[in-house]
């Protein structure tokens, strides 16, 4: 075979594309300082070679082609089956993204180990065995179907396939893993994206569903997940707060199921618990009624849940109010904050405003806009919500409360976990009979309205 010949192309590390010369702002995506250099023989390497002899298929009308229900592989924790669209579709690849430290490795090696009964090989370019095993202990469980092999050469894996036949093929990180058919290292552009097309060849050839555990690296020097977000068929991303406990799995892409669905972990000395029913996590349960505090009920995917919202209004000590939000979009507050100031002639520009949503949870539904205006203002007359009363509404820019989707799985939910008033847009609920309900329903189509209901 002819020596390969050596180039140099550079790669953005932030969407992966390449240019034959270093330039300050990868042209595709706009990041500046992303191009990174490395080193690419021009001979036909892996997928791309063998692509030619490849068998031809034929085309078939949409008629033609049966559809067959994918099946699925059920993995212990509901919450990861419910993200995935119903467990792990066979021959599928998927990427479990996020920072280093959040629990990755812990979710995934947790739920290998319930799964008895399958032959499942455990890739670790990462930890040593010892590790795995120290960890595989916290968690309290042992396997004897689990093969943990520590390697970071893809033929070697390969070859450990072969030898192992798994069920499932798990590679813990997609950026320790390289190939010989390239020269750059570990962790680069082109490695990781020709890593991740070979195991994506084998799961589509072997009808294996792989899992790559990728990290999300804010400086950009390592490949980030962005560059495998087209060839993978689900991107799932694990997120966190460090300070807080809890973990939140979403899927931001999914070719088999819902990418609104969302699964909350907690982080616990012994691995990860799943967290069920997650209103009773977000909810303190203070026996003190408190000012600035109110309960907002939100949607995430197909699950109601209350949240609790807590705002902080004080008299701004220097020239300029301070805004600070946390788990909220900055934006939306500060316009809630005008809507306040010119429709119900709350002067709130010389107050410094905090705004905080428990449990280090970001909710982006505007159904909690009502309850960041009620903490805010709760706060600002330093009056409390009276217990049990929770809500749920858009704020519009006149200050009128806008209907939102789902409000009788929002009103069953408060039901469900005790709250004895809810508030909900005017005109909102339309042929649902709440009679049955012990919860009382106040319709509100104003800011004032929502005020004089919580406040008298
Ligand atoms: P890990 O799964 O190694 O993270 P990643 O693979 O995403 O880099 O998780 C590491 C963190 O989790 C570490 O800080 C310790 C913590 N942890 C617990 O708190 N309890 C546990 O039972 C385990 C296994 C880990
Ligand atoms: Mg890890």
Request: aromatic share 4%.
């Amino acid at each position: 075979m002819a020596k390969a010949k050596q180039k140099t192309v550079w790669f953005c590390s932030a969407c992966g594309a390449d240019s034959p010369k270093w330039v300050g702002r990868c042209p595709a995506c706009g990041e500046w300082n992303t191009m990174v250099e490395e080193k690419v023989s021009s001979s036909p390497s892996g997928i791309s070679a063998k692509k030619s002899g490849a068998p031809r298929s034929t085309p078939r009308t949409v008629n033609q082609i049966e559809a067959v229900e994918e099946p699925r592989i059920h993995m212990p924790s509901e919450e990861l089956n419910r993200v995935l669209g119903g467990g792990l579709v066979r021959g599928s690849i998927v990427l479990l993204g996020g920072e280093p430290g959040i629990g990755k490795s812990t979710l995934v090696l947790q739920n290998l180990l319930a799964m008895r009964s399958r032959r499942i090989l455990y890739v670790s370019g990462e930890e040593s065995a010892t590790q795995l095993k120290l960890r595989a202990e916290r968690i309290g469980r042992g396997s004897d179907s689990c093969f943990i092999v520590c390697e970071t050469s893809m033929e070697n894996i390969f070859a450990h396939i072969d030898d192992i036949e798994p069920e499932l093929l798990i590679v813990d990180s997609i950026q320790t893993i390289a190939t010989d058919t390239l020269d750059s290292s570990a962790g680069s552009v082109s490695q990781v994206r020709e890593c991740a097309s070979m195991l994506l060849k084998y799961a589509k050839e072997s009808n294996v569903p792989v899992i790559l555990i990728g990290h999300i690296n804010k400086e950009g020097s390592l490949a980030g997940p962005k560059v495998l977000e087209h060839i993978v068929d689900a991107v799932l991303q694990f997120e966190g707060d460090r300070q807080y406990m809890y973990r939140i799995l979403r899927a931001i892409k999914n070719r088999f199921g819902n990418t609104s669905e969302l699964g909350i972990y907690e982080m616990c000395q012994r691995g990860l618990r799943e967290v069920a029913n997650p209103s009773e996590m977000l909810l303190s349960h203070g026996a003190e009624e408190l000012s600035g505090v109110a309960i907002g009920v939100t949607v995430e995917g197909l699950r109601p849940f209350l949240i609790e919202v807590q705002a902080l209004v004080s008299t701004a000590a220097y020239g300029t109010p301070q805004r600070s939000v946390t788990g909220f979009d900055s934006r939306r507050m500060n316009m809630l904050l005008a809507v306040l100031e010119k429709r119900v002639g709350f002067k709130l520009a010389q107050k410094d405003v905090f705004l905080n949503i428990a449990g280090g949870l970001k909710v982006n539904d505007p159904a909690l806009d009502l309850s960041v205006v009620s903490a805010i203002l709760s706060s600002n007359v330093d009056m409390t919500i009276p217990r049990g009363f929770c809500m749920t509404g858009e704020v519009g820019l006149s200050g009128e409360i806008r209907p939102v989707v789902r409000v009788e799985q929002r009103i069953l939910e408060a039901e469900k976990l005790g709250m004895s008033d809810i508030l909900i847009p005017a005109g909102n609920l339309k042929g649902f009979d709440s009679s049955k309900l012990s919860i009382k329903i106040h319709e509100v189509s104003k800011v004032e309205e929502a005020f004089r209901t919580l406040f008298g």
